[in-house]
């Protein structure tokens, strides 16, 4: 973690749309594309033939770029995606392409997203030109209870969202229904839900999730920490039972979310920034594996009152950044972990080995 802090300038916002095999996210990704409010915005594709963009709808193609009539501009991976992303942004910058505001990047049905994220958290190109808005997650209502019970990847889409689409509510008992997001509600308490029959969604519910506004320029803390949510799951999951259709009719003992924790530690005191940079290094160095995300709001005494938010998926933290105000009166330090096969006393003792705080 970098022992240093600093403002972000204005850059494109980025979302991560990802759900596991057959979730129905191409499906959700198509009609997106057809959205008005879809005309300033760029989407990162494996392949076009796997979106189904009707040709009636294309203004303008070339080789791996198709500019549709909403405005909305499609463009596949060439090479890794760090390089699709450069060439975007340069082809921005001399107006070969139209001046997007926002990227939304699609991952494969099996992806995980935290490579995705890494790579956003350590090129020093995409940090200073993009920022991470959010991780969209496609559930599929109808096998969502398999799916986490037997792959943990679906799990952890689920786990580290901001935003979660379950689909296929239309073709699904509404008591399964009711139960999934039961189900994701204890393993994700922050996530809103929506609910997209045929992939009807609007980018208002979808976009907007992260730290910085680019509407208003802003900082929405509180919206992006939800700590609040963190607090009343008690750091675990609790979920028993299945109720449901599918063809499974015990409790797996061996549950995929049954390891997910999520908790809040909180610091009264203000902190010294190169303690606090010490600690969570070492807490990416020993756990980072276990780590699904940590998102924190932090009180340094050294900045005289200017909070920071810190940002990590896994070993990787985002570069920290100082924020204009607290988001309201409470001053104190909270760290929002998400977690696999880690309890809140081991993230404790890590962090008391740098920290001469009691946690509360």
Not at 142 to 153: C, G, P, S, T, V
Not at 307 to 318: D, L, N, S, W, Y
Request: contains cysteine; charged residues 25%.
């Amino acid at each position: 973690m970098s022992q240093s802090t600093h403002t972000p300038p204005e850059r494109i916002p980025v979302s991560i749309l990802t759900g596991f095999l057959g979730s129905g996210k191409t499906t959700l990704l198509s009609r997106l594309m057809q959205h008005e409010d879809m005309d300033r915005v760029a989407v990162i594709v494996n392949e076009f033939g796997e979106v189904g963009i009707d040709d009636a709808l294309v203004v303008g193609a070339d080789e791996d770029t198709v500019l549709l009539n909403s405005g909305c501009l499609c463009c596949t991976v060439r090479g890794d995606l760090v390089d699709t992303m450069r060439t975007l942004m340069a082809r921005r910058s001399s107006g070969e392409i139209p001046q997007f505001e926002r990227l939304v990047i699609e991952t494969t049905g099996l992806a995980d997203p935290a490579p995705i994220l890494h790579t956003m958290m350590a090129d020093p190109f995409l940090i200073g030109r993009y920022s991470l808005d959010g991780v969209i997650t496609v559930v599929d209502a109808y096998h969502a209870m398999l799916q986490f019970d037997r792959q943990f990847e679906s799990v952890k889409q689920a786990a580290v969202a901001d935003r979660i689409v379950l689909s296929k509510t239309d073709v699904t008992d509404p008591g399964t229904v009711a139960t999934v997001r039961t189900r994701i509600s204890s393993l994700n308490p922050s996530a809103r839900v929506i609910e997209a029959v045929h992939g009807e969604a609007s980018p208002a519910d979808l976009f907007d999730a992260g730290l910085y506004n680019p509407k208003t320029k802003t900082a929405h803390v509180a919206r992006w920490l939800k700590e609040e949510a963190y607090r009343d799951t008690e750091g675990h999951v609790h979920h028993h039972g299945h109720d449901h259709h599918h063809d499974h009719h015990h409790h797996d003992v061996n549950r995929h979310d049954d390891h997910i924790r999520s908790f809040v530690l909180t610091f009264d005191e203000p902190l010294n920034w190169s303690r606090i940079a010490g600690a969570l290094d070492m807490v990416a160095q020993t756990h980072g594996a276990n780590i699904l995300r940590i998102k924190g709001l932090l009180n340094i005494a050294e900045l005289d009152d200017q909070p920071v938010v810190v940002h990590a998926v896994q070993h990787m933290f985002h570069p920290p950044a100082k924020i204009d105000e607290w988001p309201d009166d409470d001053r104190r330090s909270r760290l929002v972990f998400i977690v696999r096969d880690l309890d809140r006393d081991t993230m404790e003792k890590v962090m008391n080995s740098y920290l001469a705080l009691d946690f509360v």
